[in-house]
């Protein structure tokens, strides 16, 4: 493996010769980055490949050559293979010692695969990161700074004394750094001395999560009182298309519809599972009042720009509007999807079917074999866990 400043006597432009970085692995592995700097030959010293005093930039192109020599005998002196993909990712990277600089690189990658709310979970974590050190060097990362960085975030407290941060948000908090700084290791741009895991015995004991479902008398409360506002359609629209997502509800098009039927897969990232389920008559009353020329079921894709800030106001308005009518439970962009389920299990019904309802994947050797269950099955179990919260239901299956 050879890397190496050099000057390209081959190309000149107007500046002059592009200075680059010569980098052999193999006879099928090399390339030869441009660094953005030029010289005249005459202001090159060829011998030591640094310029001469006679440079325009002597100063800047110094200090260019002198920090990307260091980066070159950093990667030689790991003796650890590296593609020349790998060695010019390190040595242009900005900063490719900085854990801060990578992970903001690592969102930008997120976001352009489209995956702009997973991108907004690293943003957060990045910023809980920020918030105690600006800028944290991947090297920086042992055992003592992970328990300061923790007893950093333990330390806030809310208005009323309680703690800020949760065990399991704090969780959520190294796990993500963990990641990130295994992304960053299989790109080679992070390589640790030894074997040794700052991250062993760190995490906090996690608490029990609340329960994001309601039960089936507190859904008949909620749609006795019946919630004159579009919020409380989208809800109750999630609970009755078969508790799917509300990212889903989001994205969903009257193309999605089949014979009175909605097929998509679902719009989760990393999931391909596809939901294929009856729409029935309450859900089409709803459907009715926001039909428009967009072609989308529900208008919530309109507000794109401010998709965090509606969805926030959504929960906002949605949960006060139930404390109000007396519910206290927890509620979230998941209840709708977890009632689905959880009232499936009061009633007994088939655990597979639900799961095929809110597109699940089995997860398991026998379902690879196994066929779907029949529409007509399926939208039994469907309708039982319709007719448990509306109790007047009176329309049959088409």
Not at 308 to 315: G, L
Request: hydrophobic content about 35%; overall charge positive; aromatic content about 14%.
């Amino acid at each position: 493996m050879e890397i190496e400043i050099k000057l390209d006597k081959s190309k000149l432009r107007k500046k002059g010769h592009p200075v680059i970085i010569s980098i052999f692995v193999s006879k099928t592995d090399r390339q030869y980055p441009v660094t953005g700097y030029y010289s005249m030959p005459e202001d090159w010293n060829d011998q030591k490949n640094i310029p001469k005093n006679s440079h325009p930039l002597y100063y800047g192109l110094m200090e260019f050559v002198h920090k990307t020599n260091m980066k070159i005998n950093k990667i030689l002196e790991r003796r650890t293979l590296m593609s020349s993909e790998e060695i010019k990712n390190f040595i242009l990277n900005g900063n490719p010692d900085s854990l801060v600089k990578f992970w903001e690189k690592y969102i930008d990658e997120i976001k352009n695969t489209g995956s702009k709310g997973n991108a907004k979970a690293y943003e957060d974590r990045l910023k809980a990161l920020t918030s105690f050190k600006s800028d944290v060097l991947f090297k920086e990362i042992t055992y003592d700074f992970l328990v300061r960085y923790k007893e950093f975030h333990f330390s806030k407290k809310t208005k009323t004394g309680k703690k800020a941060v949760s065990n399991n948000t704090m969780i959520l908090y190294l796990k993500t750094m963990k990641s990130v700084m295994k992304e960053a290791r299989k790109r080679r741009l992070y390589v640790p001395e030894d074997s040794y895991d700052p991250f062993d015995g760190i995490y906090p004991k996690s608490t029990p999560t609340i329960d994001k479902y309601l039960s089936i008398d507190e859904m008949r409360s909620i749609v006795k009182f019946d919630y004159k506002h579009k919020f409380y359609d989208f809800f109750i629209l999630c609970f009755l298309l078969g508790g799917i997502d509300y990212i889903d509800l989001k994205n969903l098009t009257y193309d999605h519809v089949k014979n009175g039927r909605i097929v998509f897969e679902r719009f989760k990232g990393g999931t391909h599972e596809v939901i294929n389920n009856y729409v029935f008559p309450h859900a089409w009353v709803i459907l009715e009042k926001y039909k428009d020329d967009s072609g989308y079921l529900i208008p919530i894709h309109q507000l794109e720009k401010e998709r965090f800030q509606f969805r926030d106001s959504y929960m906002h308005k949605i949960r006060r509007w139930i404390k109000g009518i007396g519910i206290d439970s927890y509620v979230s962009t998941k209840t709708p999807r977890y009632t689905f389920i959880n009232i499936g299990k009061q009633l007994l019904l088939s655990r597979d079917i639900i799961m095929e309802l809110t597109g699940h994947s089995h997860g398991d050797v026998h379902s690879i074999y196994e066929g779907k269950y029949p529409d007509h099955v399926k939208d039994e179990v469907h309708r039982k866990i319709i007719d448990a919260v509306f109790l007047d239901w009176m329309n049959e299956i088409k």
